[in-house]
């Protein structure tokens, strides 16, 4: 069973920094995708950044230039650095990981981290 244990979030002010870090219980050479999401209060979840099955990374285009996803494969975990963070990127932010294989395809899911940005 796959666990993904996030940390790093908590209150900061607009203009600040916060860095993501997400652990994955095994080898993150297992996933075909590995990223962020995040849900803000009353609104859908959504692609924040993944790293993609090309080796490639998808940003969305809110946070594109002041987000930054990395991964160290030796501590099996993916990061977010967050900069110039604005309220509106305030919201629980969940790393994904998708798993492709001969029963289909398996998504994993974090338990969720709270970045609050006060203005």
């Known amino acids: 069973q796959v666990q993904l244990v996030e940390s790093g979030g908590g209150l900061v002010q607009a203009g600040g920094s916060l860095r993501l870090s997400c652990a994955a219980s095994g080898s993150i050479f297992r996933f075909n995708a590995m990223g962020w999401y995040r849900q803000a209060p009353g609104k859908q979840r959504e692609l924040v950044t993944t790293f993609t099955s090309d080796g490639g990374t998808d940003y969305a285009d809110s946070v594109k230039g002041r987000f930054t996803i990395s991964r160290d494969n030796a501590k099996n975990t993916v990061y977010l650095q967050m900069n110039s963070l604005k309220p509106e990127d305030t919201a629980v932010y969940y790393c994904?990981?998708?798993?492709?294989?001969?029963?289909?395809?398996?998504?994993?899911w974090g338990q969720g981290t709270q970045v609050t940005v006060s203005s």
């Open positions: 994904n990981a998708v798993e492709v294989g001969s029963g289909g395809v398996i998504a994993y």
